[in-house]
C-alpha cells in the first residue's frame, strides 16, 4: 500500500513539476499577460468540454420520509469524529502549504534578479516538485519495510533542515538542490 500511495503522490508531483516548469518558460519568452490569456482560455475550454461532452445518468437513490428533512446534517457524509479530524488537518496543511509559495519566487528574484526570475522560479519549482516525485516512491517503499514513526520522524528532521538550507540560500544551486 505504501508504494503504490508513494507512486501516485509521485504522479501528482510530476505533474506539478511539468507545470511550474512550462509556466516559468512561458513567463519569461512571452510575459505575464500572455500567460495568464493562455490559462484562462485552456480553462474555459475545459469547461466548454465538460460542459457539453460530459454525461451523467445519475438517479439519486429514494429517501425515506424521515430523511427527506432538509438540513445540513442530511447533506454531509456519517463519518466518524476522527475522520473529521483528518479531514480537517489536511485542509490546514492543503493552506498551510500554499501559503509559503510567493516567497520563493522572492527569495529567487533576490538571488538572480528581476530579468530571469520567473525562468528560474520554474526551474528551481521544478527541481523541488522532482524531489517531491523522487521522495514519494521512495518514502513510499520505506514505508511498506518500516513503523511509521520510524520514517516519520528522520523525514521531519530532514525536511526542516532542508528548509533552514533554503532560508540562508544565496545561490541558485543552493536553493535548487535544498
Not at 32 to 57: H, K, P, Q, R
Not at 88 to 94: D, R, S, V
Amino acid at each position: 500500500q505504501g508504494f503504490a500511495l508513494g507512486t501516485l503522490s509521485s504522479a501528482f508531483w510530476s505533474g506539478n513539476m511539468l507545470g511550474m516548469l512550462i509556466g516559468g518558460v512561458v513567463v519569461h519568452y512571452c510575459g505575464y499577460m500572455t500567460t495568464f490569456v493562455a490559462s484562462g482560455v485552456m480553462f474555459a475550454i475545459g469547461g466548454v468540454l465538460t460542459l457539453f461532452g460530459v454525461n451523467e445518468n445519475f438517479t439519486p437513490p429514494v429517501k425515506t420520509a424521515e430523511k427527506k428533512q432538509k438540513s445540513i446534517r442530511n447533506l454531509l457524509p456519517d463519518f466518524n469524529m476522527s475522520v473529521w479530524i483528518i479531514i480537517g488537518l489536511l485542509f490546514t496543511f492543503a493552506w498551510a502549504r500554499r501559503c509559503d509559495e510567493p516567497f520563493l519566487a522572492l527569495l529567487v528574484e533576490l538571488i538572480s534578479g528581476v530579468e530571469r526570475a520567473a525562468l528560474n522560479t520554474g526551474w528551481i519549482t521544478a527541481l523541488t516538485a522532482c524531489g517531491g516525485m523522487l521522495s514519494g516512491v521512495f518514502f513510499g517503499f520505506l514505508s511498506d519495510r518500516c513503523k511509521p514513526l520510524q520514517l516519520m520522524i528522520p523525514a521531519m528532521a530532514a525536511a526542516g533542515g532542508f528548509m533552514l538550507l533554503q532560508s540562508t540560500a544565496q545561490s541558485l544551486v543552493v536553493l535548487g538542490t535544498a
